[in-house]
């Protein structure tokens, strides 16, 4: 099984839904992380988490939520998917102190999301 | 806020030969790392090399190698003997130990037989 998780890993989904993005992982890692990925601006950080009590917006937050819900479990809404949401999101973890310092900084598979 | 700009789209090279892919970035830390990672088209993210800041001497993971300008905040990634597997979607990133990644736009290799 993969350290980091995300399901689903492709999914089409209408203007104004309410859609889940789940991510679990077995790295045992503090912080995980929800990036979000379009076409010529790379990657960007739409939330992330360093203990299951603190959660923290990103660059890109609105439009989104998230829920810790346990240290492995880390999932993203969004409460009215909109067509701009359309992209490929990747959930992140890292460990605490060493972080990008260290290789523990480990990405899930993605997840390709289509608003029509 | 940290800024990475990666100015090269696209490029490619033919097969055995040697590219560079240039990353440039902006911040006023001083304690920071540096990392180009690999997005081939199964969308994995895959770390192909890091750089601490601290360190004066250039990274190098067998035919991948950097040339960090810390001065020039530039980080190029030098790519040696190209193979066809090399081919993929490369993104240069900025992270502190804080955690969060910034990421540049992406540079697209392709790799010609």
């Known amino acids: 099984d993969a350290d980091v998780t995300q399901t689903p890993r492709n999914r089409i989904t209408k203007t104004g839904k309410r859609i889940m993005l789940e991510c679990s992982q077995t790295?045992?890692?503090?912080?995980m992380y929800w990036y979000r990925q379009d076409p010529g601006l790379g990657l960007r950080l739409i939330y992330y988490?360093?203990?299951?009590?603190?959660?923290n917006k990103g660059e890109i937050s609105d439009g989104y939520s998230v829920s810790r819900q346990a240290q492995a479990k880390f999932s993203l809404s969004l409460e009215s998917a909109i067509p701009n949401q359309t992209a490929l999101y990747f959930c992140?973890?890292?460990?605490?102190?060493?972080?990008?310092?260290?290789?523990?900084?480990?990405f899930g598979s993605g997840t390709r999301l289509t608003v029509v | 806020a940290q800024t990475v700009t990666q100015s090269q789209p696209e490029m490619s090279v033919q097969e055995a030969e040697t590219v560079t892919l240039s990353c440039t970035y902006d911040t006023s830390e001083s304690d920071y790392y540096l990392f180009w990672y690999k997005q081939p088209p199964s969308r994995q993210m895959i770390l192909v090399i890091r750089q601490e800041a601290y360190k004066q001497q250039n990274a190098t993971e067998n035919r991948f190698s950097v040339n960090f300008q810390k001065a020039a905040k530039s980080f190029s990634l030098k790519i040696s003997d190209s193979q066809l597997g090399d081919a993929a979607m490369y993104f240069c990133a900025y992270g502190t130990s804080y955690g969060k990644l910034t990421f540049g736009q992406g540079t697209i290799l392709t790799v010609h037989p």
């Open positions: 988490s360093f203990d299951v009590k603190d959660i």
């Open positions: 992140a973890t890292s460990d605490r102190g060493q972080d990008t310092g260290s290789y523990g900084y480990t």
């Open positions: 790295k045992g890692h503090d912080r």
